[in-house]
Nanobody, 116 residues
Framework: QVQLVESGGGLVQPGGSLRLSCAASGSIFSIYRMGWYRRAPGKERELVATMTNGGRTIYADSVKGRFTISRDNARNTVSLQMNSLKPEDTAVYYC??????????WGQGTQVTVSS
């Protein structure tokens, strides 16, 4: 089994920055893709950014140019650098690991609040 542990959420003012990190442990050899999703109050969970083992990235249109995903395959971590944060970025952010057998694992979530 794979466990995902997130860190780095918190409260930030509009225009500020935060960095989220996610560490994977356990049977990580079959992870194909890691990424971040978020769920805002009253909304469905949505993709924020993902990165495959080969470095291919996908970003939500709403975060392009502001957020950057990165992976350290040697350390089995995935990070999300979030700049120019907006109030509409407020959500619980979840780390995700997607496996070659199409299974996936989720982290427990970390709250990001953008407010003045």
């Amino acid at each position: 089994q794979v466990q995902l542990v997130e860190s780095g959420g918190g409260l930030v003012q509009p225009g500020g920055s935060l960095r989220l990190s996610c560490a994977a442990s356990g049977s990580i050899f079959s992870i194909y893709r890691m990424g971040w999703y978020r769920r805002a109050p009253g909304k469905e969970r949505e993709l924020v950014a993902t990165m495959t083992n080969g470095g291919r990235t996908i970003y939500a249109d709403s975060v392009k140019g502001r957020f950057t995903i990165s992976r350290d395959n040697a350390r089995n971590t995935v990070s999300l650098q979030m700049n120019s944060l907006k109030p509409e970025d407020t959500a619980v952010y979840y780390c995700n690991a997607f496996f070659a057998n199409f299974e996936e694992v989720w982290g427990q979530g970390t709250q990001v609040t953008v407010s003045s």
